[in-house]
């Protein structure tokens, strides 16, 4: 009975947080298709045969900048994803197997990254993409999201290889690996489930991000894809059906990029990889 | 095949000595066990032969081949480690195919070597699995196929049954030794189980703080140690040590004082002319299974070189035998331990009597070194 009880209100209050936390996607995915007197009129109501509206998607998607904007959004989240894992396990593999002067230095250097935010550094960088001529490129957001990912990214990889048994690294030793191919056969296949949790961290702050763009890649055809919603925020009149068809679309890639890790991140925990 | 010899080997961590002057021939052919209490270096030395830990002086050479900086993979060596280390997200056959496949051989000859081990091994049913469905005996079969495929000069082995289930070690043990007498290979085998050592072995080296204590054949190390360590270390139960004095030392015999308060005659001619004199300290040993132990606390009709009477403590039967705890003397030192048959009708509490034989007597010095004996040199 005791049992019972304590499993109920856990599920109650996950269930509270699970609706809190849905409550803006649903909100934005109704009234993405209602038309615009019903956004304001009931903004919490479902849309009826009256009110149902497509009108939003059809502007977005009419609008041939917009779907620039996606695919220059998409652009840099998987570039910087693929980087921020490669690089940072590649750099987490170093710290963590070989011993050299230096090595605690750098790793607490690359532990400074996760606690300082890198929008303090706001200005030196768009100074510095001034000076590269890198301004209003896809580029200057990559290298930027990069250097904010790894730190954590450095960490969370750190931790997994050093659960990785020494007798697996010695045994590829035996086999005539060179430290590269230990590496990239033996080391990555198993950082799998802890690279899709990385993946899933690092990715959903750059496609939410609007500050670097803003300051980075505000023009030129550049701009990603929260950054392009802008467009239809005007200084007198907001068209929240294009705002709200543009976000509802947005949800949807990293949606799916979520589920192709979070798919992998499950399967290596239960796989029990290592004995 | 190939021989292996460590010359002065000496491998240390800033201050920590790991290896001291490690002078070690393994035969080629050979199915040499190091064994040890943990901590002791066998694994140290055994990681040093296969290049997976630099050694800061001396020579290692295998095959006549001087190796010291070589890499691993260019040694001609094979090691199978304790925990397995099989790649989780390889199937069977990639685990074992794995490193020929980086030396560049071809597929189909990959295919041979790996068929041919999972022949021997029993394994063909499994090559498609991957490790975690296998169960442990599997998993140290595919690790020991890993091995083989490579066809090795010599096999390194780190205590590869000690994740196995009694049962299984065992079977495994009877595998391995079947398995050397096959591939006829060369084999260093670490293992801190001296079952597995007095099994396996065609040579037996047991190490204590880094140092070899002694090395030889299985039973020239069981019936003449070469000092307490090995005396103690070798045989199960241990050893018994009676330690004490020479109180009398003639050219017939020689009368030991024991710290509890036994007075022993023993034969000296056991130990021929080696200076044994009068006031040296030195330890008696005994192996439980050559203790003759009788009810009663008279021993005349006893026959042996020594004759003891105490009371049993504790009596442990493990069913066709037993071991009996018996207090001797003014009841000091540690209880003397007697192997007696299971139906033996001696009872906690009861007086018995002890004797043993010349030949299973055994004589240390104070610096624990053990007096030859004269049968020492025929039984060699």
């Not at chain 2, 002694?214 to 020239?220: D, F, I, N, S, T």
């Amino acid at each position: 009975m005791q049992r019972k009880i304590s499993a109920l209100s856990v599920h109650i209050i996950l269930l509270a947080y699970t609706a809190l936390a849905l409550f803006p996607i649903v909100l934005t995915l109704v009234n993405s298709v209602k038309a615009r007197k019903a956004i304001f009129g009931a903004p919490l109501a479902l849309p009826t045969p009256s009110t149902f509206s497509l009108i939003g998607y059809q502007k977005v998607f009419s609008d041939s900048a917009v779907m620039g904007y996606y695919v220059n959004s998409l652009t840099v989240t998987v570039v910087t994803v693929a980087a921020v894992l490669l690089i940072g396990a590649m750099a987490a593999w170093g710290l963590s197997e070989y011993r050299f002067r230096g090595n605690t230095l750098l790793k607490l250097f690359f532990a400074i990254g996760i606690m300082v935010p890198i929008r303090l550094g706001s200005v030196e960088i768009l100074k510095m993409m001034t000076h590269l001529d890198l301004n209003n490129t896809l580029t200057a957001l990559i290298l930027v999201y990069t250097a904010q990912g790894l730190p954590l990214s450095i960490f969370i990889l750190s931790e997994f290889i050093e659960q990785i048994p020494r007798d697996l690294r010695e045994a590829a030793r035996c086999d005539g690996l060179s430290e590269y191919s230990i590496f990239f056969w033996i080391i990555l296949p198993l950082l799998r489930p802890a690279m899709a949790t990385v993946a899933v961290f690092s990715m959903i702050p750059v496609w939410n991000d609007l500050w670097f763009p803003l300051i980075l890649a505000p023009s030129g055809g550049k701009q990603t894809i929260t950054l392009g919603i802008q467009q239809f925020i005007g200084q007198y009149i907001i068209d929240w059906n294009s705002v709200l068809a543009a976000l509802s679309t947005a949800i949807i890639p990293v949606l799916i990029l979520y589920m192709l890790f979070s798919r992998q991140l499950i399967r290596g925990l239960t796989s029990g990889a290592v004995k | 095949m190939a021989e292996v010899r460590t010359e002065k080997l000496c491998k240390s961590y800033g201050v920590a000595e790991i290896l001291k002057d490690i002078d070690l021939t393994v035969e080629d052919g050979s199915f040499v066990v190091l064994v040890g209490p943990s901590g002791c270096g066998k694994s140290t030395l055994l990681r040093t032969i296969a290049g997976l830990e630099q050694s800061t002086t001396g020579k290692i050479e295998i095959g006549g081949r001087r190796v010291n900086d070589l890499p691993p993979a260019q040694r001609q060596i094979a090691m199978v480690f304790q925990s397995y280390a099989l790649y989780p997200h390889m199937d069977v056959r990639g685990n074992m195919g794995f490193g020929l496949k980086f030396a560049g051989f071809p597929k189909n000859e990959i295919e041979r070597r790996v068929q041919e081990a999972a022949r021997i091994l029993k394994l063909e049913a499994l090559l498609d699995r991957k490790p975690r469905d296998l169960s442990g005996g599997q998993r140290q079969r595919v690790a020991i196929g890993r091995a083989i495929v490579r066809e090795p000069e010599v096999f390194l082995f780190d205590e590869p049954l000690s994740n196995l289930d009694a049962a299984l070690r065992v079977n495994t043990r009877i595998e391995l030794a079947k398995l050397h007498r096959m591939l006829k290979a060369t084999i260093v085998y670490v293992t801190h189980d001296q079952v597995e050592a007095m099994t396996l072995a065609d040579k037996i080296v047991v190490m204590n703080k880094g140092r070899i204590e002694q090395a030889g054949k299985p039973m020239e190390l069981y019936y003449h140690p070469a000092n307490l360590f090995v005396a103690g270390f070798i045989g199960s139960p241990a050893m018994n040590f009676i330690p004490g004095r020479i109180a009398e030392a003639s050219d017939q015999s020689l009368v030991l004082q024991s710290d509890n308060g036994l007075r022993l005659t023993v034969p000296r001619q056991i130990w021929g002319m080696a200076a044994i004199n009068a006031g040296d300290q030195v330890t008696l040993g005994l192996r439980p299974e050559h203790l003759k132990v009788t009810t009663g606390g008279n021993s005349a009709g006893q026959t042996g070189a020594i004759a003891l009477s105490g009371t049993v403590d504790l009596i442990e039967r493990l069913g066709d035998i037993g071991y009996a705890h018996i207090r001797l003397g003014d009841g000091s030192g540690a209880p003397l331990v007697g192997e007696v048959r299971g139906t033996t009708p001696l009872d906690v509490g009861d007086t018995c009597s002890i004797s043993a034989d010349n030949e299973h007597l055994h004589l240390f010095n104070a610096e624990g070194r053990a007096f030859s004996k004269i049968a020492a040199k025929a039984a060699a």
